[in-house]
Structure formats: C-alpha cells, structure tokens
C-alpha cells in the first residue's frame, strides 16, 4: 500500500516522499527576472522542513510572457548564476526542484514594449488589454521558447521542468472555448485546441532528451459555462500520458471562474479541503503516469487518505507552506495537526510591497507574542 511518505521515482529523479511544494508565486526577483537572494534561502527551508520536490514559482520563458512583478525569469542565459545558487540550495538539503515554465498570454501585465498575444484577440475580463491574435510565426516561435527554456533549466542543475498549462494561462487559453475562436488548426475540436500543448510538450522533450523528468499543470476543468470542461481536461490528460509525460498535476479556475479559482479563500473546515480531488481522481483512471493533486490540502488524513485510499500519486501544497515551510517534518515526526494556513491570501502583499511573500498572520502572531 502506498504511503505518504514512500521513496519514489519520476523518470529517473528519486522522491523521498510523495509531498509537492505547488509552484507559488514569491515575488523574489528584479525587473529583469533575476533570483535575488532570499529566494534561494526560501527554497532552501522548505528542503529543509522535508518537502520532497519543490515547484518554482512560474517562470517566464518569454519576457512577453511574464505578468507579475517580481517572477523568476528564465528567458536569458544571463540568469544562469543566480539560478544555479538557487538548485543548490535545495540540493544542500536533499531536496529536488523543478521549474515551472510558462506564458501568460493575454494575462501578461508587465509593461514590456512587446504586444500582448493570446489565441484570440478577445477582451477577455481577466486579460491586460485585448491581444494580437498568434499568427503561426508567433506560436513557433513561442513552442521554441519552451524547449531553449527547458534546456536551461537542465543545463543549470534543476532536476525537472514543469509546463504550466493551467490557469488561464497561454496554453490553457489555446486549450479553452472561452478564450480560443480559432479556425485554423489550433481551434475548434478538442484535438486541434491541444494541439499548441502537444508541439510545446515535444520541443520540451527535444530539448531535454528522454531521461530528464516532464511534469503538466492541467486544469480538470475550469469551472466556466462554455469553457474547458471536465471532459476536455481528461482528453488532454491522456494525451498528455500518450505523448510520454512523466507526471501531471491536476488543478482547475482561472482568474474568471468566480468563487473556483485556483486559489480559493477560507479553506476552514474538512470538507472545504481536497476541492480538486475528483478531477483528480478522474484523471488518475485515465492515464498512466504519476498524478500529483493541488487544492486546499489542510489536513493530514485527507491527504493520507488521498493516497492510500484514492489512488494519487503526489499531494501538492502552496500556501500552508508560505507559512509552515517545515510542515512537512511536522507532520513527519508525529504532530498531525492541521497546517496553520487559514486560506487568507495575505501572503501575496508582501510579495508585491515588500519584494518577498510571507505569512502576514503569523508575523503579527509572533510580533503580539514577543510584546506579551
């Protein structure tokens, strides 16, 4: 029987638990998308507290791809020193770290002197301006983007990449009806609107070879009338596992899916846990490869539970460890005790304000603790 905490292995890179730090935005770059150095020491205590691998925080291949201020960067070569500290950091402690690799197509919101693109120009609400519709030029030139950036995430010592086809983002904008009215090949059924994933998925690969472990964010749906549906999400997923993914972690929201956005508030009682489970679980019916699932985890037994009696693969984190980076451990060593995060999303203000994320709640705990 699968445990929590079992040895396991994605194309060659042992796990020594089945525990996702979820990519979590941590706003601990400079404008160019340059590491600075407390992102290397927040990687460095999350390896440390004992989760087994360590998603970055998304990571823009394009500079036209980026959204928010403060994103690691991993267009340039440049970046190549900085981003080495920050593998080594997690390897001091045993750890394994894997990038996240994204465009954020028409949610791209940095001022960067380049054109928005998306699928379709559509004035989509949660875009930053109404994009250039992709000409074929574009999108080549973006699915090579992926796999130069994929080959740099290889060649400076991260054990795995990660595509970031979730959320509302570039691929998942091609993915979805809402946000792709093309007529060419890349819209319409299904097939043709995975298509932009699949060519992204392949240059990876290239790039990479064979043995280097290629991980998927997908949503199973995103919770939106007309949009990406359940049905579609597992369509992507088995032919994401038919393309010879190692891994997919399944997620579900976009910024316009109201209150199923991927980050959803006031995750207080057990049953508000787990909300992606089921697709999840659908999903891991459908393929073959690992599944890893991301979405209110809160509570040890769920996610044992998760495991031992649902079948998944990997159970994924982001906030609880914004605030218990040794969560883990805890729970490892005997405290079962619900994680800490009240689902309040404070943490992302800091990292806007204060050129890092943190748990705010637990600040002004210990601030009125030391007072007292």
């Not at 290397?40 to 791809?65: H, N, P, S, W």
């Not at 690992?290 to 994924?316: N, Q």
């Not at 490892?332 to 990292?351: H, K, L, T, V």
């Amino acid at each position: 029987m699968k445990t929590l905490f079992d040895k396991t292995m994605i194309n060659g890179m042992e796990l020594r638990n089945r525990f996702v730090r979820s990519a979590t935005w941590e706003g601990m770059c400079d404008e160019q998308g340059r590491p600075r150095p407390k992102l290397a020491e927040c990687y460095q205590q999350l390896a440390k507290g004992g989760v087994g691998l360590i998603i970055t925080g998304y990571t823009f291949v394009r500079l036209d791809g980026k959204q928010t201020r403060g994103s690691i960067g991993i267009h340039t070569d440049e970046l190549a020193p900085e981003m080495k500290q920050v593998a080594d950091s997690v390897h001091k402690e045993g750890g394994k770290v894997c990038v996240q690799l994204v465009h954020t197509g028409g949610q791209a919101r940095v001022a960067t002197g380049t054109r928005l693109l998306a699928p379709s120009a559509l004035a989509v609400p949660y875009y930053a301006g109404t994009p250039s519709e992709m000409t074929q030029q574009d999108i080549d030139e973006v699915v090579a983007a992926f796999g130069t950036a994929a080959q740099r995430a290889r060649d400076w010592g991260f054990d795995a990449v990660q595509i970031h086809a979730a959320h509302g983002y570039l691929i998942n904008q091609f993915l979805s009806p809402n946000t792709n009215h093309r007529t060419d090949a890349y819209g319409g059924s299904i097939e043709n609107r995975c298509r932009f994933m699949i060519e992204i998925l392949r240059s990876v690969r290239t790039a990479v070879g064979p043995g280097f472990p290629v991980i998927a964010k997908l949503n199973g749906s995103d919770f939106m009338a007309d949009g990406f549906t359940a049905e579609d999400g597992l369509f992507a997923a088995r032919l994401l596992d038919s393309e010879g993914i190692d891994a997919i972690e399944v997620s579900g929201g976009t910024p316009g899916s109201g209150e199923n956005t991927p980050v959803r508030k006031k995750i207080e009682k057990p049953d508000q846990e787990a909300y992606h489970l089921e697709l999840a679980k659908n999903v891991k019916a459908s393929v073959k490869c690992p599944v890893m699932v991301v979405g209110g985890f809160r509570s040890f037994d769920l996610a044992k539970a998760a495991v031992e009696e649902d079948s998944m693969d990997y159970i994924s984190l982001a906030r609880p460890f914004v605030r218990e980076p040794n969560l883990v451990k805890r729970w490892q060593e005997g405290d079962r005790s619900r994680s800490r995060c009240i689902s309040c999303n404070g943490c992302y203000r800091p990292g806007l304000r204060e050129g890092g994320i943190y748990c705010i709640v637990d600040k002004a705990e210990r601030k009125q603790a030391s007072k007292g």
